[in-house]
Every structure is written in structure tokens, then in C-alpha cells.
């Protein structure tokens, strides 16, 4: 339990120094939030918890497949923000399509033999 108590607080502290960073400063919390931080958190943990070199690349490998469909979300959630919508949908729109471009790559990259 306690290191578990540990990764949840180092982990919770990155998102809330993003938060309070990006309240004074938009364009630094956007550019800590931009950094694998949390990529290379879970693979310290994962190799601290199994030391499975196999298990970790194939975590790192899927993780950068997951990052290209999540992109787009990047733009979709300001272009509809600075449309007039509100953020809730937005949010929720961005999410969607993240969503949905998830389950593309992944049946894309089958079809390449490609198993995240």
C-alpha cells in the first residue's frame, strides 16, 4: 500500500504542477504537459515492479501507437472551443474522436500483425 501511496502522490504532483503552471503560464503547463512524464513514470514503475524487459518493450512500443490517435485531440477540443462551444462537449467531443481513432489504430495495425 505505501508504495502504491507513493506513486499516486509523485503522479498526482506532475498533473497539479501542470495545473498551476498553466494557470499563469498557458504555453509552459502546455510544454510540461507535452513531456512523456507520465510514459516514463509508468515504465520506472513497471520495470521496478516486474523487471520484465519484454514486458517493457512491448509497454513502451504500444505506448508510442497510442500517441499518434491521441493527437488530434490536441486540435479538435481549441478549434471547437474557440467555435463558441462550450468546454464540457468539447472535452467530450475530443474525447470521442480520440476514442474511435484508438480503435482504428488498433485494427489498422492487426491487419499489419501488429498486436497492442
Known amino acids: 500500500m505505501g508504495y502504491w501511496l507513493v506513486k499516486a502522490v ?5 498533473v497539479a504542477t501542470v495545473s498551476e503552471v498553466a ?6 503547463g502546455a510544454l510540461i504537459a507535452s513531456l512523456p512524464l507520465v510514459s ?8 521496478r515492479d516486474t523487471g520484465d524487459r519484454a514486458r517493457l518493450a512491448a509497454h513502451a ?7 499518434l490517435p491521441s493527437l488530434p485531440m490536441f486540435l479538435i477540443i481549441p478549434a471547437l472551443l474557440r467555435g463558441g462551444m462550450a468546454f464540457a462537449p468539447a472535452l467530450g467531443i475530443g474525447c470521442l474522436v480520440t476514442m474511435l481513432l484508438y480503435l482504428g489504430m488498433v485494427a489498422a495495425l492487426s491487419r499489419f500483425g501488429i498486436a497492442l
Open 10 to 14: 509523485i503522479s498526482g504532483a506532475i
Open 23 to 28: 494557470r499563469r503560464y498557458p504555453a509552459g
Open 61 to 67: 512500443g504500444a505506448t508510442f501507437w497510442y500517441v
Open 40 to 47: 516514463i513514470l509508468g515504465m520506472i514503475w513497471l520495470w
